[in-house]
C-alpha cells in the first residue's frame, strides 16, 4: 500500500495496490483522519473489485484540517491530487465533511458515469445489492422479520427497500415493533425521530428477535459481545468493515451466517462504468444478479462465507498482482 501525500492540503492518498491502471475510493475531512481507517476501507474497496472480477484498487484518501480552514484544505487537495499521484488514474468520491461540489475539479479527468455520484441512485445500488444477498442467503424476504442497526436516512432507505420486497421491519435502530414499521411510520421518521415513532425503546434492536439482521451503522458496529446478542441467523452489512474478527469467530460458534461486506456493498461499483446505454434500473438488475452470483460461487464450507470470499477474491487478485496484498479487509 502506498501512501501520498497531497501538498498545502493536510491530505494524503491510501494507494492499495499501486500498479493497478485505476484506484478509486472516498475522500474524507476531518480535523484528525486516521491512515488505519483510511487503509482498512482501501482494503475492503480491493476485494470487492476482485470479488467483481475487476483489475481496479481500493484507495482512500483524508485531509486533516481544522473546521477554520476546511475549504482552503479541500480546495488545495483538489487542485494538487493529480500532481501527486503522478498522472495516475486515481478517481475520489465525496464521503465524510466532503461534498460532490468540493470535488467538481477532479471530475474533469474521472471517467467514471455520473449516476455513480447521484446520492440517490448510489444508495439504491447498494440497497439492491444488500437485499439480494440477504434473499441469497435467507430465501425470499416476503414475510421475513429484518432488524436493521442504525436510524439514519440511509437506514430508513434501506427499511423502504426492505418492505418493497414484502420484508417485515421489526427493528429501527433502538426502536421496535413486532409488527413492523410501516411505511407511514418511515415518513414521519425520515420528518422527525423524536416522540413521534410507534414501538418500544431497546437497548439494541439487533438482539429482537427475527430473520435477518441488516448491520453498518457505523465501523466495527458488530464485536464479539454485541454478536453474541444478534438474534437472526443471517447478518448482512449493509456499510464496509461492520463486523469485527472476533465478531466473526463469535458467529461462527453460534452458527451464525455473516455475508462478506465487501460483496453485499459492492452494488454501487457497477454503475462506475456501465455498459452504453445502461440507466439505473438496468445497473440494479445488473447488480441484484452480479451479488447474487458471487455469493453462490462460494464453496458454502466451514470456513465461513467472509473468509471464502477472501480467498475467491485473492485467487483473481493473484491472476494480475505478483504479490497479494498483506492483510484482509476482516
Not at 95 to 124: I, N
Not at 218 to 243: C, E, F, I, Q, W
Not at 282 to 304: H, K
Amino acid at each position: 500500500m502506498e501512501y501520498v501525500s497531497v501538498p498545502d492540503s493536510g491530505g494524503f492518498v491510501l494507494i492499495d495496490l499501486p500498479n493497478a491502471p485505476e484506484s478509486t475510493g472516498i475522500v474524507r475531512w476531518a480535523r484528525k483522519i486516521l491512515k488505519d481507517g483510511a487503509a482498512g476501507l482501501a482494503r475492503s474497496m480491493t476485494y470487492s473489485y476482485a470479488a467483481l472480477g475487476l483489475k481496479v484498487s481500493g484507495a482512500s484518501a483524508g485531509i486533516s484540517a481544522d473546521p477554520k480552514v476546511r475549504g482552503e484544505s479541500v480546495e488545495a487537495f483538489g487542485a494538487h491530487l493529480a500532481d501527486a499521484v503522478g498522472g495516475r488514474r486515481v478517481f475520489r468520491a465525496a464521503a465524510k465533511g466532503v461534498s460532490e461540489a468540493d470535488l467538481a475539479p477532479l471530475r474533469v479527468l474521472d471517467t467514471r458515469h455520473t449516476m455513480y455520484f447521484d446520492p440517490e441512485t448510489h444508495q439504491a445500488l447498494t440497497n439492491q445489492g444488500v437485499l439480494a444477498a440477504a434473499a441469497w442467503a435467507h430465501g425470499p424476504l416476503a414475510g421475513a422479520r429484518v432488524a436493521i442497526d442504525g436510524g439514519g436516512d440511509g437506514e430508513v432507505s434501506l427499511a423502504r427497500a426492505a418492505l418493497a420486497e414484502g420484508a417485515r421491519v421489526v427493528a429501527l435502530g433502538g426502536r421496535t415493533l413486532a409488527s413492523g414499521f410501516d411505511a407511514e411510520v418511515l415518513d414521519a421518521w425520515a420528518g422527525d425521530a423524536d416522540g413521534v415513532l410507534p414501538g418500544e425503546a431497546v437497548a439494541d434492536g439487533l438482539h429482537t428477535g427475527s430473520d435477518v439482521a441488516f448491520v453498518g451503522a457505523k465501523t466495527n458496529s458488530v464485536d464479539h459481545d454485541r454478536m453474541a446478542g444478534v438474534a437472526a441467523p443471517v447478518v448482512v452489512p449493509y456499510a464496509r468493515l461492520a463486523v469485527t474478527t472476533r465478531g466473526l469467530a463469535v458467529a461462527a460458534r453460534a452458527d451464525r451466517r455473516v455475508l462478506p461486506d465487501f460483496v453485499t456493498v459492492a452494488g454501487p461499483l457497477s454503475a462506475q462504468w456501465p455498459s452504453d446505454g445502461a440507466t439505473a434500473e438496468s445497473v440494479a438488475t445488473t447488480v441484484r444478479n452480479l451479488i447474487t452470483e458471487v455469493l453462490a460461487a462460494l464453496p458454502g464450507g466451514d470456513d465461513g462465507l467472509v473468509l471464502e470470499a477472501c480467498i475467491a477474491a485473492e485467487a483473481f487478485l493473484s491472476t494480475w498482482q505478483d504479490e497479494l496484498p498483506f492483510g484482509r479487509p476482516i
